[in-house]
Nanobody, 124 residues
Framework: QVQLVESGGGLVQAGGSLTLSCTAS????????MGWFRQSPGKEREFVAS????????YLANSVKGRFTISRDDAKNTLYLQMNSLEAEDTGVYYC?????????????????WGQGTQVSVSS
């Protein structure tokens, strides 16, 4: 099993930056493909980014390409999401999720473990 805890959310002005972290404990972090998802008010949860267990592949939603970067530090059991040029539409609760040896480009139902989420609010 893996326990996931997100941090780094907050309130930021449009155009600003935030870095989210997701710290994992439990099973070997390096064997899990990791993903970031978000749920905006009144909308369903959506995919934001993922990075495979080997870090060989990274995927980003079209809406965040060129602005967000996903990375991982297996020595620290931590997943990151660097968010730049934030927009009001990026507001939402951000969740990290883990998928054992996942391919990275899979529906959220394939993810095995989820964190509790961290709130990101972007003011326009």
């Amino acid at each position: 099993q893996v326990q996931l805890v997100e941090s780094g959310g907050g309130l930021v002005q449009a155009g600003g930056s935030l870095t989210l972290s997701c710290t994992a404990s439990g099973d070997a972090f390096s064997t899990y493909t990791m993903g970031w998802f978000r749920q905006s008010p009144g909308k369903e949860r959506e995919f934001v980014a993922s990075i495979t267990w080997s870090a060989a592949n990274r995927y980003l939603a079209n809406s965040v390409k060129g602005r967000f970067t996903i990375s991982r530090d297996d020595a620290k059991n931590t997943l990151y999401l660097q968010m730049n040029s934030l927009e009001a539409e990026d507001t939402g609760v951000y969740y990290c999720a883990a998928d054992l040896y996942g391919s990275g480009w899979v529906p959220e139902s394939d993810y095995d473990y989820w964190g509790q989420g961290t709130q990101v609010s972007v003011s326009s």
